[in-house]
């Protein structure tokens, strides 16, 4: 008798959505699919609107990641303005990139995962939350919440405010950085890296407890993708974009990114509002491949920063060149949250970062503009057509929880395959379900727009329709 299994929404990540994962005659897994039940229509939204307002507009997508949103739709306004910011803007945009990379990781390792990673997947779910961490461990959560704590403030005190900073415009930043401001983000480095260094010692401990787990969370071959600059290093600002196999070979590098509709397709599934990007040359639905941390460890050549180098020697030493398992997300999240803090503090350094040049202007040169970064979680794409009065057109946003919806469908029907064997549901087998999905640390607010509220609404149906087994929460 053949049944649904609905998880709906799923928890600890940020946003909603739902899993059903379909059971065969057997009680075996046939099939699973990751829904994503809300709707998004910010690229409809800004038709009509002037293309210098855009940067602040699309900021308002995500209240984790707006600087992200932020600098893609600045650089794709720099190409529809045919100019360049002057050098120290572009450093600007740069430290408060990195900075939103430190918090929004931070969110996701520690107050997200870390329940997880310190009970086990088959503790009591009701303490599996930051405050049952901060009572187990009250160093791991104090860093959790520091960490975060550093990089909104990095943000606020450039950009005015941690959520929504207007700061980044069309050809640079609003203000230059004052030295007095310098100074204060570089006397709280030390404290910010301390906390990355101690919680990178306690995860690669407590990993090994979770062997099974790193086996079965999307471990599959896939392509993954992600910026590179000249010398091969991760680059969350410009670069190539490079494409690399399971085996770590290369698959392509493209020095201009913008075009990308040469190389990255764009599905629709009926049952998700989630669009499902693939890699063109592959195919639909083959062409699966993963952005974000794991993806920029295993396209770079290096992090280019000191201590992150070794880290990420030491995690090639142990999982090899290309790991292919999304469970390794977490630990590529804390080195990288390192090579962010070291790069910081090499940006802050540099004798020019206080320069008051750091805006250029100019008019309406060019109908279309296409701005690429590294969010958080992976490479984001902004694409822009505008009339010749600067007015809006058309708009179309490539979100990273995008790219890896393949990857996240194909994790879910793994782990679900594993664990999902009988008709009686459990709550560690659900966690686990859920877990594989806070590996990728999907935005949803990002890839989609919510209204209203998703509660729990998880079903056990018959070939008929008839509910089996019922929760809510």
């Not at 280019?304 to 999240?333: C, I, V, W």
């Not at 790069?343 to 008051?356: A, F, H």
Request: hydrophobic letters at 40%.
């Amino acid at each position: 008798m053949a049944r649904e299994i609905v998880i709906d929404p799923v928890t600890r990540i940020e946003g909603h959505a739902k899993i059903t994962i379909q059971l065969d005659d057997a009680g075996r897994v046939a099939d699973a699919h990751f829904h994503v039940t809300q709707f998004r229509g910010f690229e409809r939204i800004c038709q009509g609107r002037p293309v210098h307002e855009l940067p602040s507009i699309m900021a308002r997508i995500c209240g984790i990641c707006p600087v992200s949103h932020l600098i893609a739709s600045a650089k794709a306004c720099d190409q529809i303005l045919a100019t360049e910011p002057p050098p120290t803007a572009v450093d600007l945009r740069r430290i408060m990139n990195l900075a939103q990379v430190v918090q929004s990781h931070a969110l996701s390792f520690f107050h997200l995962s870390s329940p997880d990673l310190l009970f086990g997947f088959d503790a009591e779910a009701g303490g599996r939350h930051l405050f049952g961490v901060l009572g187990a461990n009250p160093q791991l959560a104090r860093d959790g919440v520091g960490l975060r704590r550093f990089g909104q403030q990095v943000i606020e005190s450039l950009g005015g405010k941690r959520i929504h900073p207007a700061w980044v415009v069309p050809g640079g930043v609003d203000a230059p950085l004052q030295g007095e401001t310098r100074d204060q983000i570089l006397a709280a480095l030390p404290e910010a890296r301390a906390a990355t260094e101690r919680a990178l010692g306690w995860y690669k401990t407590s990993v090994r407890r979770f062997a099974e787990e790193a086996a079965r969370f999307g471990d599959f071959p896939s392509a993954f993708m992600g910026l590179v600059g000249p010398d091969g290093a991760v680059e969350h600002y410009d670069g190539a974009l490079r494409v690399v196999g399971d085996d770590g070979a290369l698959l392509a590098e493209r020095a201009d990114p913008r075009p990308y509709w040469e190389y990255l397709g764009e599905a629709v599934e009926p049952w998700s509002y989630l669009k499902s990007a693939y890699w063109k040359d592959l195919g639909y639905p083959e062409g699966v491949y993963r952005v974000g941390p794991l993806a920029r460890l295993n396209v770079a050549d290096k992090l280019g920063t000191p201590r992150a180098d070794e880290e990420l020697e030491e995690f090639r030493a142990r999982l090899g060149r290309t790991p292919g398992s999304s469970f390794h997300y977490h630990q590529a999240r804390l080195i990288e949250i390192l090579g962010c803090l070291e790069r910081l503090e090499t940006l802050l350094r540099d004798p020019g970062i206080c320069s008051p040049r750091v805006r250029s202007t100019a008019g309406i040169n060019r109908e279309e503009g296409i701005g690429i970064a590294e969010a958080p979680r992976g490479t984001l794409l902004h694409h822009y057509r505008v009339d010749r009065d600067g007015i809006v057109q058309w708009a179309n946003l490539v979100i990273a929880t995008g790219h890896n919806n393949l990857a996240m469908n194909q994790s879910v029907a793994q782990v679900a395959r594993h664990y999902v064997k009988a008709d009686r549901l459990t709550e560690p087998m659900l966690n686990r379900v859920e877990a594989v999905i806070r590996c990728y640390d999907p935005c949803l607010s990002c890839s989609t727009h919510a209204i209203g509220q998703m509660p729990l609404h998880l079903q056990l149906l018959a070939p008929d329709g008839a509910v089996l087994d019922e929760r809510k929460r």
